[in-house]
T-cell receptor, first 110, second 116 residues
Framework: DAKTTQPTSMDCAEGRAANLPCNHS???????VYWYRQIHSQGPQYIIH???NNETNEMASLIITEDRKSSTLILPHATLRDTAVYYC???????????FGTGTRLQVFP | GAVVSQHPSWVICKSGTSVKIECRSL??????MFWYRQFPKQSLMLMAT?????????EQGVEKDKFLINHASLTLSTLTVTSAHPEDSSFYIC????????????FGPGTRLTVL
């Protein structure tokens, strides 16, 4: 299973863009990169996913490098409610399993 | 996005009793559901994969006779913790997807189990 590496924690000022990096150097060609976040004592919330191309939705943008070995989740205008643990996950191709790593704890401050 | 519910949201039980947790997909049919466990200050750990109408597939180290999983319909999966002990106290979370390798998994809100 492809593993991901994320910084343990990051800070971001409210209103600024939050850029969360993720390394997944062993990703296979048919494996998707998924991002979820978890606010304390809640179930993970789906944010975005992608295979090769950059993706954007109402929550965030996902930038995937051309070699697919890393990606960046961008929250364009962080708010205090974006404080959470963000998980970058490479979805296992055959079994659809999501193997969670330790994630990045994002703290948005006023 | 799709909505997944869990019931109950929290439960306290005595050691030795069994507890059933329900996971429902409210606005879509889920061919596959997953069960996770999360201990305090730790990440989610996948326990098992449940496909509608077939036996669940358990991850290594998860006792299938202790954590009974039933996925009898396309909108409901249940996890029963049998003969619960204090070390089973945890946050149990389910997820559901419609199928296919590009389908998104949506997570329930979780169930907090406390075994006294």
């Amino acid at each position: 299973d492809a593993k991901t590496t994320q910084p343990t924690s990051m800070d971001c000022a409210e209103g600024r863009a939050a850029n969360l990096p993720c390394n997944h150097s062993t990703i296979s060609g048919n494996e998707y990169v998924y991002w979820y976040r978890q606010i304390h004592s809640q179930g993970p919330q789906y944010i975005i996913h992608g295979l090769k191309n950059n993706e954007t939705n109402e929550m965030a943008s996902l930038i995937i490098t051309e070699d697919r070995k890393s990606s960046t989740l961008i929250l364009p205008h962080a708010t205090l409610r974006d404080t959470a643990v963000y998980y970058c996950i490479v979805r296992v191709a055959v079994t659809d399993k999501l193997i969670f790593g330790t994630g990045t704890r994002l703290q948005v401050f006023p | 996005g799709a909505v997944v519910s869990q019931h109950p949201s929290w439960v306290i039980c005595k050691s030795g009793t069994s507890v059933k947790i329900e996971c429902r997909s409210l606005d879509f049919q889920a061919t596959t559901m997953f069960w996770y466990r999360q201990f305090p200050k730790q990440s989610l750990m996948l326990m098992a994969t449940s496909n509608e109408g077939s036996k669940a597939t358990y991850e290594q180290g998860v006792e299938k006779d202790k954590f009974l999983i039933n996925h009898a319909s396309l909108t409901l999966s249940t996890l029963t913790v049998t003969s619960a002990h204090p070390e089973d106290s945890s946050f149990y979370i389910c997820s559901a997807q419609t199928g296919g390798n590009s389908d998104t998994q949506y997570f329930g809100p979780g169930t907090r189990l406390t075994v006294l």
